[in-house]
């Protein structure tokens, strides 16, 4: 079994002003447009905490994680991981980030090598990673194998021989193996059963008490965020338009999206009544995004304001938002359920 580590600083993940834009052509003959996937994006990680971003597809959910991960850098803004700033780190220190900062994919019918046994898709990550020899990264797997709930014998079979959750699983093992601190879970239990997801999200908490792990954890379900995160940046259109502890943005969401998303997520309580929010129209194009608050063609409080002026993300609460009807009081906060 791993140990679990502690820390004196208790924020592992810091982000200031994060974005990150692509060039994106129309047509052969088109002139590059900008693309900005995500824009001036700040929130921080506590250490062996979990932050959920939700969002619909398209909101820059992806892209967020891709930045934290290390597998793109940022156009702008400054990120700390683990005390460093990935901006300034050495070649050394980039290396001990990216142990650090482990991902975990949506399919994991698509995420493991159906070529390759258990055991030699756990041991990659330490034969890249490190000198062990090839019997003690046997040994190391079949113990990661034991942490997730399955047997060390486990490792000479193939991943077609598995369940969806199992392989799941065999995905989170390969994300330990290099004992990080971070682990991002870009929707880790949408491809899975519902029976099947409790199972998962169980053994995330079990390993996040037992080793201290921090979690950004992607999401569009707002039922299961719920119960993981501890607290929770809502995007839309690469903008963070919303952040607030769990409890505090279920109990009294105040940004109209939020609203609109919470009162979509089904309940297992029959009796209670939601307050509704419709929205109309779909997510407009991250190429060419309405002028003002990118949310005013589709938002039923939307007036002259929102469709000139970009809102700023302030304090609210607990949390913070960026709403003209907010700061101007023209939208009260009303709770998820009633």
Do not use: W
Request: one cysteine or more.
């Amino acid at each position: 079994m791993m140990a679990a580590r502690t820390q004196a600083d208790p924020l592992i993940i810091r982000a200031s002003g994060l974005s990150r834009s692509y060039d994106v052509r129309r047509g052969l003959f088109g002139k590059p447009t900008l693309l900005r996937a995500v824009e001036d994006a700040s929130f921080t990680v506590a250490r062996g905490k979990t932050l959920a971003i939700v969002g619909e597809s398209g909101s820059g959910k992806s892209t967020l994680a891709r930045l934290v991960t290390m597998i793109e850098p940022p156009t702008a803004g400054q990120l700390t991981i683990d005390g460093i700033d990935i901006a300034r780190a050495t070649p050394a220190e980039r290396k001990h980030l990216r142990r650090s900062v482990q991902m975990v994919f949506q399919n994991p019918y698509g995420s493991l090598n159906p070529r390759h046994t258990v055991g030699t898709i756990l041991g990659e990550p330490l034969a890249i990673n490190t000198d062990l020899s090839a019997a003690v990264r046997r040994q190391r797997a079949q113990s990661r194998l034991s942490d997730v709930g399955l047997r060390p014998e486990h490792v000479d079979r193939y991943p077609h021989m598995f369940s969806g959750g199992q392989r799941q699983r065999i995905a989170i093992a390969r994300a330990l193996m290099l004992e990080p601190k971070i682990l991002i879970l870009d929707e880790p239990v949408s491809a899975l059963d519902v029976s099947i997801q409790a199972q998962i999200l169980n053994l995330l908490a079990d390993l996040q008490a037992r080793l201290g792990l921090s979690y950004l954890f992607i999401s569009h379900a707002l039922g299961v965020v719920r119960h993981v995160a501890d607290d929770v940046l809502v995007m839309y259109l690469g903008r963070v338009i919303e952040t607030a502890p769990v409890t505090d943005l279920f109990s009294q969401p105040r940004h109209p999206y939020t609203q609109a998303l919470l009162a979509v997520t089904p309940v297992a309580n029959p009796s209670s009544r939601r307050v509704r929010l419709k929205l109309t129209g779909e997510l407009p194009s991250p190429i060419d995004p309405p002028p003002g608050c990118a949310f005013h063609p589709r938002c039923p409080h939307a007036n002259k304001r929102c469709s000139i002026e970009l809102p700023a993300l302030r304090a609210a609460g607990q949390g913070r938002v960026a709403c003209h009807a907010v700061e101007e009081g023209r939208l009260e906060r009303v709770p998820a359920f009633a």
